[in-house]
């Protein structure tokens, strides 16, 4: 059972940094892959930064690269999205995105929305200028 729980977002400055988590809060005994995306008003949602069942391997959008970082916590299937130096272009609903991939090895790292099988409700991130 997968259910997930994103916190963290809120309202900043150009510049400041966010930590957003996102926690299973359902029974799996199995590693998920997870990943985050974000979707502003009017816009598709896209791909942020997501990391293998191993937490070995990650990837990040070339447009959050050297800004954002995604790491595993220590409880299984805990992730986080460190923000740093936001920008109003960062301004979205951040969702959080898990499945298990039990075809793919363990440092498998999925790009696409239509990969992922489970969504957390998202979390709203605005930056002022």
């Known amino acids: 059972q997968v259910q997930l729980v994103e916190s963290g977002g809120g309202l900043v400055q150009t510049g400041d940094s966010l930590r957003l988590t996102c926690t299973n809060s359902g029974r799996t005994v199995s590693t998920l892959v997870m990943g985050w995306f974000r979707q502003a008003p009017g816009k598709e949602r896209e791909f942020v930064a997501a990391?293998?069942?191993?937490?070995?391997?990650?990837d990040h959008a070339d447009s959050v690269k050297g800004r954002f970082t995604i790491s595993r916590g220590n409880e299984r299937n805990t992730v986080y999205l460190v923000m740093n130096s936001l920008k109003p272009k960062d301004m979205a609903n951040y969702y959080c995105?898990?499945?298990?991939?039990?075809?793919?090895?363990?440092?498998?790292?999925?790009?696409?929305?239509?990969?992922?099988?489970?969504w957390g409700q998202g979390t709203q991130v605005s930056v002022s200028s």
């Open positions: 995105a898990a499945d298990y991939f039990p075809m793919h090895s363990s440092d498998y790292v999925p790009r696409a929305p239509a990969e992922f099988a489970y």
């Open positions: 990391i293998s069942r191993s937490g070995a391997s990650t």
